[in-house]
């Protein structure tokens, strides 16, 4: 089993920056365990459905990235520390959402949230005007 706990969310202003982060334990969930998986960001606004935002491979060699965040996220991983991060640069008010962690086994990235099989409980970002 598997258990993704995110953080950093927070409130901030229009052109603001924050950083997420996403922290995987499980009994047997090893950091040669945790490099296995493909590691994602989804949110949710109030009303919308969940989306896609950012995913990254094992190696970190691949990445993919929703088109409205293309510039402004980077999705990066520490596979030792068996963290996933989202920095996130020029917020703007439409990226007010409650942000998720997921993953995922094997090496392709999804971008439909059914793929993935695990998930955390979310953490809260507001960009105010």
């Known amino acids: 089993q598997v258990q993704l706990v995110e953080s950093g969310g927070d409130l901030v202003q229009a052109g603001g920056s924050l950083r997420l982060s996403c922290a995987a334990s499980?009994?047997?969930?090893?950091?040669?365990?945790?490099?296995?998986?493909?590691m994602g960001w989804f949110r949710q606004a109030p009303g919308k459905e969940r989306e896609f935002v950012a995913a990254i491979t094992w190696s970190s060699a691949g990445t993919n990235y929703a088109d409205s965040v293309k510039g402004r996220f980077t999705i990066s991983r520490d596979n030792a520390k068996k963290m996933v991060y989202l920095q996130m640069n020029s917020l703007k008010p439409e990226d007010t959402a409650v942000y998720y962690c997921?993953?995922?086994?094997?090496?392709?990235?999804?971008?439909?949230?059914?793929?993935?099989?695990?998930w955390g409980q979310g953490t809260q970002v507001t960009v105010s005007s």
């Open positions: 499980g009994r047997t969930f090893s950091s040669y365990v945790y490099s296995t998986y493909v």
């Open positions: 997921a993953a995922r086994t094997g090496q392709r990235i999804g971008t439909s949230p059914s793929v993935y099989e695990y």
